[in-house]
Each structure stands twice: as C-alpha cells, then as structure tokens.
C-alpha cells in the first residue's frame, strides 16, 4: 500500500505547450494568483481540500481546491482538473491510489474519515499516539511580556529563515526571498517591505529601486535572475531604514496576521504558543492548517477555547509541534535534506521539555547551535 497521500501537477494535458499553472491564495480562480509552479512537480502534501468558491464545474462535476505545501514552504491553492493524486487518501475523501490518478477523475466525498474523542484514525499527517496530558510549569502570559515573546520569536525565526537583514535566495516558489523572515516577491511581501523602506529612507539606492517598482508589483519571475536587484537588496539591508521597514511588515503582516488568526480566537496565553504560531507562519503561511489538523486530532472544535473544550493548551500546542516535525521529516527524507529537521525537532523539544515559557534555562535557549538570551 503506497504512504501518504501527495499530489502532483500534472498541467493542461491538451495544451502541452503550457508549462506553468498558477498557485491562488484560495479555493477559486476569484482569489489572487500568488505564484506558479512548473508542471511535473511532485512530492506535494495536502493540507486542505474544499469545493470551487463560485461553483464552477465541468461536465457537470464541481471542481475542487487542493490547498498544498510546496518545496520551500511556500502554500497555495490547485483546482483537481491540474493535479494527479497518488497514495492513501482516504482520509481526505478520496480512495487508496496505488498509482498516479488524475484527481478531476475521482469521486470526492464530502464526508471525510470520522475522527473521535481518541484520535486513533487514519488522519492527513501520521496516526496521533496517544500521550500524557503535559504538565503546566508556571509561565508569565505573552500579553504580559509582550514585547520579550515577539522579539524572541523574530530572533528564533530569523535564525530558522537565513542571515538576518541581508538574507537572500532565489531558488524555491518565492522566486525572490528576502529579509529576516524571508519575504517573498510571489506573495507580494517584498513589495511591502520595499514600499515601507522607500516612504521614510533618505538614501541613493531609492533611485535604483524606483527602476524596479513595476516589476516587483506585478512579482515579475524574472527578477530571480537579476543579479543587480539582488546586490541592491543586500546593500539596502545595511541601512536602519531598511530593517525598520522589515520589522514593521513582519509585525504588521505576519505576526499580527497570526495573533490575530490562531491566538485571539483560542485565548492562547503561552509564550512557546505565540512564538511556535509565529515561525509557522513565516515557514508555511499565515494561512497553514496544521492547527486545525491539531484540532481535529485532538477531537475537539476548530477554533475553540483550550480549557473550555477539554484539552489544555499544553495539549493543543505539543500536537501542532509534532505533526509540524512529522512534515519536516518527510520533506527531508523525500528532498534528501536533512537539515529540514532541524527546525521541527527545536520546536517539538520545547514542548517536550515543556518550556510553555520560552525560557530555556531560564537566561539562555540555543537555537540551531546559537545560543540566544531568553530575558531581553
């Protein structure tokens, strides 16, 4: 029986001469395109799948939306006519596929594998194992810390994502990746960070991004390859303005984006919560369904109030951290990277040594081999 089911983009079969489909920011051709991937791209794992937004069909069957992980981190929405589906997915509507199947010639059903109190189904990422409910150390609430947390889990993420202000690469779904978070020219987030930089620096590189203001806006794929866009973006990292503007979009659009998303809803009070929530994110997108998969494994309602719905935030937060380390691990062994491990073993040993603080020794938490001071 093949593993885990995974997608595949399998193009326009009556128009080979298109080689690139288009990844949206939600279930319709009515939402935003926000990159595209080359046709033959595999090895994508499911995270969601819903119906078209606007009803759209053909021959009388409704599409639907594949919401998929690409290599990278980066997440968009594929409809089933562009994709071939290959392993057990049973537990997203559809059969066990021994072999590559087109996903517009399947059935799908609306009524996805139960899940129960004790979570022991087949689900989307891995079988839960049942564990001990965590104990609950004493921790100061993020919003009483507020500005220690956040600037911890910028440090944290800033470590995970590159080199700091100047980080750069060009080379996954973002095509441009910029920045201490990585903003990427496909979502449309080094737009904003250049826009920000522009309105408050006063310096000689204003002229030459301005020659780029077009391009970046309309996420033009060629500037991957711009080796003079690139230099001036690693130059403009070296001024104030230029990490001001990076520290205001990552406020703005990520990590308020994710307060405002996962923690307002669920009442989350725990530092490693709001940081973990955060460096979420910026690695898979603010809009990732590992905490609703949490949810659904855990056996309560999506969105609802640890400690009024029968499990604790201790719980939720350990079975998000352990399906994000279950992902991690299979794209390392499928892409042969092991250093991808790296990031979901960090998070899933502060659950386990259950610093719901985010305090590691109580001064100090090494974060990829850099140890990093916990009491700013």
């Known amino acids: 029986m093949p593993g885990e089911a995974q997608a595949s983009i399998r193009g326009i079969q009556s128009i080979p001469s298109i080689t690139e489909i288009n990844v949206r920011s939600g279930p319709g051709t009515n939402h935003s395109l926000i990159f595209q991937v080359p046709v033959g791209m595999s090895g994508l794992n499911l995270l969601e799948i819903g119906p078209d937004e606007e ?3 053909q021959t009388g069957k409704l599409y639907q939306w594949f919401k998929l992980l690409f290599h990278g981190g980066a997440i968009g929405w594929v409809r089933d006519d562009l994709l071939t589906l290959q392993g057990d997915a049973r537990a997203w509507g559809y059969p066990d596929l021994l072999q590559p199947t087109w996903a517009f010639d399947l059935a799908h059903s609306s009524t996805q594998a139960p899940v129960g109190l004790t979570g022991s189904e087949i689900q989307p990422i891995g079988e839960r194992e049942l564990v001990e409910q965590p104990e609950v ?3 100061t609430p993020a919003m009483q810390d507020l500005d220690r947390v956040r600037s911890l889990a910028f440090l944290i993420t800033s470590i995970f994502e590159g080199r700091g202000y100047a980080s750069y690469n060009n080379y996954d779904a973002g095509i441009v990746s910029y920045g201490f978070i990585q903003f990427t020219l496909a979502s449309g987030a080094l737009w904003r960070v ?3 930089y522009m309105k408050q620096a006063n310096s000689p590189l204003i002229d030459q991004f301005r020659q780029y203001i077009g391009r970046v806006q309309q996420r033009d794929p060629s ?9 001036l973006l690693i130059n403009a990292a070296n001024e104030r303005p230029m990490q001001t ?3 205001i979009v990552a406020t703005e659009g990520f990590w308020q984006a994710v307060v405002d998303g996962y923690i307002t809803h669920r009442q989350l009070k ?4 709001w940081a973990l929530l955060f460096d979420m994110g910026v690695n898979f997108g603010v809009n990732h369904g590992f905490v609703r998969l949490a949810e659904k494994n855990l056996g309560v309602q999506p969105r609802s109030v640890p400690g009024e719905n029968g499990i604790t935030e201790a719980q939720l937060i350990t079975e998000v951290a352990r399906l994000r380390k279950i992902s991690h691990d299979r794209q390392a062994e499928r892409d042969n990277l092991p ?3 790296v990031r979901g073993d960090f998070w899933n040993d502060l659950t386990t ?4 603080g985010l305090t590691g020794d109580g001064q100090k938490l090494v974060v990829k081999g850099r140890m990093i001071e916990t009491t700013q």
Do not use: C, T, Y
């Open 55 to 57: 009803e759209n069909s």
């Open 137 to 139: 150390i004493p921790f």
């Open 194 to 196: 250049i826009d920000v």
């Open 223 to 231: 500037l991957r390859h711009d080796v003079q866009f690139r230099d």
């Open 245 to 247: 503007a990076q520290d």
């Open 270 to 273: 725990m530092p490693l919560s």
């Open 339 to 341: 250093g991808l491990k």
């Open 353 to 356: 040594q259950q610093d719901w």
